[in-house]
Protein backbone atom coordinates (compact mmCIF):
# COMPACT_ATOMS: atom_id res chain seq x y z
CA UNK A 1 0.00 0.00 0.00
CA UNK A 2 1.72 3.49 -0.90
CA UNK A 3 0.14 6.50 0.46
CA UNK A 4 0.25 9.44 -1.32
CA UNK A 5 -0.51 13.09 -0.33
CA UNK A 6 -1.32 15.58 -2.55
CA UNK A 7 -0.26 18.99 -0.77
CA UNK A 8 0.39 22.74 -1.68
CA UNK A 9 -0.14 25.69 0.72
CA UNK A 10 -1.06 27.85 -2.31
CA UNK A 11 -5.23 27.34 -3.41
CA UNK A 12 -6.31 27.31 -6.94
CA UNK A 13 -3.57 25.35 -8.57
CA UNK A 14 -5.69 22.05 -8.98
CA UNK A 15 -4.82 20.15 -5.95
CA UNK A 16 -8.42 18.83 -5.08
CA UNK A 17 -8.87 17.89 -8.81
CA UNK A 18 -5.46 16.05 -8.81
CA UNK A 19 -6.46 14.13 -5.97
CA UNK A 20 -10.32 13.40 -7.45
CA UNK A 21 -8.56 12.72 -11.00
CA UNK A 22 -5.62 10.85 -10.34
CA UNK A 23 -7.76 8.27 -7.99
CA UNK A 24 -10.01 7.74 -10.87
CA UNK A 25 -7.75 7.22 -12.89
CA UNK A 26 -5.47 4.45 -10.87
CA UNK A 27 -8.75 3.04 -10.31
CA UNK A 28 -9.54 2.74 -14.30
CA UNK A 29 -5.98 0.79 -14.58
CA UNK A 30 -7.69 -1.69 -12.13
CA UNK A 31 -5.79 -0.76 -8.92
CA UNK A 32 -7.09 -0.90 -5.57
CA UNK A 33 -7.59 2.89 -4.51
CA UNK A 34 -8.71 4.74 -1.39
CA UNK A 35 -9.53 9.00 -1.71
CA UNK A 36 -9.60 10.52 1.79
CA UNK A 37 -10.36 14.14 1.67
CA UNK A 38 -8.44 16.18 4.78
CA UNK A 39 -9.64 19.24 3.39
CA UNK A 40 -12.88 20.98 5.33
CA UNK A 41 -14.19 22.82 1.90
CA UNK A 42 -15.18 18.82 1.00
CA UNK A 43 -14.27 19.60 -2.15
CA UNK A 44 -12.90 16.41 -3.00
CA UNK A 45 -15.86 14.39 -1.26
CA UNK A 46 -18.34 15.76 -3.24
CA UNK A 47 -16.27 15.83 -6.74
CA UNK A 48 -16.51 12.11 -6.16
CA UNK A 49 -20.14 12.00 -6.08
CA UNK A 50 -20.93 11.12 -2.50
CA UNK A 51 -22.92 13.68 -0.50
CA UNK A 52 -20.61 15.32 2.10
CA UNK A 53 -23.72 16.64 4.12
CA UNK A 54 -25.07 13.17 4.47
CA UNK A 55 -22.40 11.54 6.03
CA UNK A 56 -22.76 9.31 9.08
CA UNK A 57 -18.88 9.33 9.30
CA UNK A 58 -16.13 11.43 8.34
CA UNK A 59 -12.45 11.56 8.99
CA UNK A 60 -13.09 13.98 11.72
CA UNK A 61 -14.23 11.37 13.24
CA UNK A 62 -11.56 9.57 12.85
CA UNK A 63 -9.19 11.84 14.05
CA UNK A 64 -11.31 13.62 16.96
CA UNK A 65 -13.36 10.06 18.30
CA UNK A 66 -11.15 7.25 17.61
CA UNK A 67 -13.17 6.20 14.89
CA UNK A 68 -11.54 3.70 12.71
CA UNK A 69 -10.89 4.68 8.79
CA UNK A 70 -12.69 1.28 8.03
CA UNK A 71 -15.87 2.44 9.29
CA UNK A 72 -15.50 5.74 7.58
CA UNK A 73 -15.28 4.07 4.15
CA UNK A 74 -17.90 4.51 1.58
CA UNK A 75 -18.54 3.49 -1.65
CA UNK A 76 -18.51 6.22 -4.13
CA UNK A 77 -20.02 6.03 -7.96
CA UNK A 78 -17.06 6.73 -9.14
CA UNK A 79 -15.60 3.04 -8.03
CA UNK A 80 -13.50 3.53 -5.35
CA UNK A 81 -13.37 4.41 -1.89
CA UNK A 82 -13.82 7.49 -0.39
CA UNK A 83 -13.40 8.54 3.35
CA UNK A 84 -15.10 11.98 3.16
CA UNK A 85 -14.67 15.38 4.90
CA UNK A 86 -17.38 18.20 5.49
CA UNK A 87 -17.44 21.41 7.82
CA UNK A 88 -16.81 18.75 10.82
CA UNK A 89 -13.46 19.38 10.11
CA UNK A 90 -13.28 23.42 10.11
CA UNK A 91 -11.27 24.46 13.37
CA UNK A 92 -10.04 20.90 13.88
CA UNK A 93 -6.44 22.31 14.80
CA UNK A 94 -7.23 23.90 17.71
CA UNK A 95 -9.23 20.85 19.03
CA UNK A 96 -6.26 18.35 17.81
CA UNK A 97 -3.53 20.48 19.63
CA UNK A 98 -5.15 19.10 23.37
CA UNK A 99 -4.17 15.65 21.84
CA UNK A 100 -1.17 13.88 22.63
CA UNK A 101 1.05 13.23 19.88
CA UNK A 102 -1.55 15.51 18.17
CA UNK A 103 0.98 15.13 14.56
CA UNK A 104 0.79 11.11 14.49
CA UNK A 105 -3.00 10.65 14.97
CA UNK A 106 -3.94 9.76 11.46
CA UNK A 107 -0.54 7.99 11.02
CA UNK A 108 -1.88 5.68 14.14
CA UNK A 109 -5.13 5.27 12.58
CA UNK A 110 -3.52 4.47 9.00
CA UNK A 111 -1.67 1.31 11.05
CA UNK A 112 -4.97 0.52 12.44
CA UNK A 113 -6.59 0.39 8.66
CA UNK A 114 -3.81 -2.17 7.80
CA UNK A 115 -4.55 -4.16 10.35
CA UNK A 116 -8.28 -4.11 9.86
CA UNK A 117 -7.77 -4.74 6.14
CA UNK A 118 -5.74 -8.11 7.44
CA UNK A 119 -7.76 -9.22 10.19
CA UNK A 120 -11.45 -8.96 7.85
CA UNK A 121 -9.07 -10.66 4.98
CA UNK A 122 -9.66 -7.87 2.84
CA UNK A 123 -7.28 -7.10 -0.24
CA UNK A 124 -4.65 -3.97 0.79
CA UNK A 125 -5.44 -1.08 -1.35
CA UNK A 126 -2.72 -0.25 -3.61
CA UNK A 127 -2.63 3.35 -3.37
CA UNK A 128 -4.04 5.59 -0.33
CA UNK A 129 -4.39 9.32 -2.05
CA UNK A 130 -4.47 12.52 0.60
CA UNK A 131 -6.49 15.21 -0.50
CA UNK A 132 -5.01 17.80 2.04
CA UNK A 133 -5.92 21.62 3.02
CA UNK A 134 -4.74 24.49 1.17
CA UNK A 135 -2.37 25.57 4.00
CA UNK A 136 0.97 23.91 5.72
CA UNK A 137 -1.70 23.34 9.36
CA UNK A 138 -2.18 20.23 11.86
CA UNK A 139 -4.18 18.19 9.45
CA UNK A 140 -1.73 18.63 6.18
CA UNK A 141 1.39 18.11 8.98
CA UNK A 142 -0.60 14.41 10.11
CA UNK A 143 -0.67 13.84 6.63
CA UNK A 144 2.92 14.51 5.81
CA UNK A 145 3.77 12.63 8.79
CA UNK A 146 1.70 9.30 7.29
CA UNK A 147 2.44 9.34 3.97
CA UNK A 148 5.42 8.14 1.93
CA UNK A 149 5.41 10.53 -0.75
CA UNK A 150 4.04 13.77 -1.70
CA UNK A 151 2.87 14.88 -5.04
CA UNK A 152 2.92 18.80 -5.58
CA UNK A 153 0.33 20.01 -8.30
CA UNK A 154 2.06 23.39 -9.45
CA UNK A 155 0.78 26.43 -11.80
CA UNK A 156 3.33 27.70 -13.83
CA UNK A 157 3.47 31.15 -12.37
CA UNK A 158 5.87 33.36 -10.61
CA UNK A 159 3.93 33.54 -7.18
CA UNK A 160 3.29 29.42 -7.29
CA UNK A 161 7.19 29.22 -7.10
CA UNK A 162 7.52 30.76 -3.41
CA UNK A 163 4.90 28.53 -2.22
CA UNK A 164 6.72 25.76 -3.41
CA UNK A 165 9.59 26.82 -1.99
CA UNK A 166 8.37 26.72 1.51
CA UNK A 167 6.86 23.62 0.99
CA UNK A 168 10.03 22.18 0.00
CA UNK A 169 11.39 23.37 3.09
CA UNK A 170 8.09 21.81 5.82
CA UNK A 171 8.80 18.58 3.99
CA UNK A 172 12.38 18.65 4.62
CA UNK A 173 12.14 19.10 8.33
CA UNK A 174 9.49 16.97 8.75
CA UNK A 175 12.02 14.08 7.60
CA UNK A 176 12.70 14.14 11.33
CA UNK A 177 9.06 12.77 12.27
CA UNK A 178 8.97 10.93 8.85
CA UNK A 179 12.15 9.71 7.76
CA UNK A 180 10.29 8.30 4.29
CA UNK A 181 9.19 11.69 3.22
CA UNK A 182 9.82 12.70 0.05
CA UNK A 183 8.85 14.66 -2.63
CA UNK A 184 6.98 11.81 -5.39
CA UNK A 185 7.02 14.38 -8.05
CA UNK A 186 5.87 17.78 -9.37
CA UNK A 187 2.85 18.16 -11.51
CA UNK A 188 2.05 21.34 -13.77
CA UNK A 189 -1.60 22.40 -13.78
CA UNK A 190 -3.59 24.05 -15.44
CA UNK A 191 -0.86 24.52 -18.27
CA UNK A 192 -1.32 26.63 -21.30
CA UNK A 193 1.71 25.55 -23.63
CA UNK A 194 0.67 29.17 -25.62
CA UNK A 195 1.50 31.28 -22.65
CA UNK A 196 5.38 32.61 -22.71
CA UNK A 197 5.13 32.95 -18.62
CA UNK A 198 3.87 29.38 -18.07
CA UNK A 199 6.93 28.10 -20.40
CA UNK A 200 9.34 29.73 -18.48
CA UNK A 201 8.34 28.76 -15.72
CA UNK A 202 7.83 25.18 -16.44
CA UNK A 203 11.48 25.76 -17.60
CA UNK A 204 12.44 26.94 -14.14
CA UNK A 205 10.79 23.93 -12.38
CA UNK A 206 12.73 21.74 -14.57
CA UNK A 207 16.19 22.64 -14.12
CA UNK A 208 15.55 23.21 -10.41
CA UNK A 209 13.60 19.46 -10.01
CA UNK A 210 15.16 17.73 -12.56
CA UNK A 211 13.86 14.04 -12.08
CA UNK A 212 10.73 14.65 -9.98
CA UNK A 213 8.94 16.66 -12.91
CA UNK A 214 6.51 14.77 -14.02
CA UNK A 215 6.58 14.67 -18.25
CA UNK A 216 2.82 15.00 -18.03
CA UNK A 217 1.30 18.05 -18.22
CA UNK A 218 -2.27 18.83 -16.62
CA UNK A 219 -4.24 21.30 -19.10
CA UNK A 220 -6.71 24.33 -18.94
CA UNK A 221 -9.48 22.43 -20.03
CA UNK A 222 -13.31 22.99 -19.79
CA UNK A 223 -13.84 19.35 -19.30
CA UNK A 224 -12.03 19.61 -16.23
CA UNK A 225 -14.11 22.55 -14.73
CA UNK A 226 -17.18 21.14 -15.45
CA UNK A 227 -16.88 17.27 -13.65
CA UNK A 228 -17.47 18.73 -9.96
CA UNK A 229 -20.16 20.18 -10.60
CA UNK A 230 -22.26 16.98 -11.94
CA UNK A 231 -20.14 14.66 -9.08
CA UNK A 232 -18.17 12.87 -11.43
CA UNK A 233 -13.99 12.64 -11.91
CA UNK A 234 -13.17 13.90 -15.74
CA UNK A 235 -12.70 10.09 -16.63
CA UNK A 236 -16.53 9.75 -15.91
CA UNK A 237 -17.76 12.52 -17.63
CA UNK A 238 -15.71 13.20 -20.40
CA UNK A 239 -13.53 9.83 -20.96
CA UNK A 240 -11.39 11.21 -24.26
CA UNK A 241 -11.23 15.28 -23.22
CA UNK A 242 -8.01 16.53 -22.81
CA UNK A 243 -8.05 16.62 -19.19
CA UNK A 244 -9.25 12.99 -18.50
CA UNK A 245 -6.48 11.49 -21.37
CA UNK A 246 -3.62 13.72 -19.26
CA UNK A 247 -4.61 12.08 -15.86
CA UNK A 248 -4.32 8.67 -16.93
CA UNK A 249 -0.91 9.21 -18.43
CA UNK A 250 -0.12 11.23 -14.90
CA UNK A 251 -1.23 7.51 -13.55
CA UNK A 252 0.98 5.67 -15.73
CA UNK A 253 3.87 7.93 -14.92
CA UNK A 254 2.68 7.38 -10.72
CA UNK A 255 2.54 3.35 -11.45
CA UNK A 256 5.58 3.08 -12.81
CA UNK A 257 7.24 4.94 -9.96
CA UNK A 258 5.86 2.19 -7.66
Excluded at 223 to 249: C, D, N, T
Amino acid sequence: MEIIAIANQKGGVGKTTTAVNLTASLAAKRKHVLLIDLDPQGNATSGTGVDKNQLELTIADVLLDGVSLSEAIVNSPAGFDVIGANRDLAGMDITLMSKTNSHELFKTAMAELVNDQVAAKKPAYDYVIIDCAPSLNLLTINALVATDGVIIPMQCEYYALEGLADLSQTIERLTELNPKLYIRGVVRTLFDARNTLARDVSAELEAHFGEIMYKTHIPRNIRLAEAPAHGLPVIAYERWSKGARAYQKLAAEVMKQS
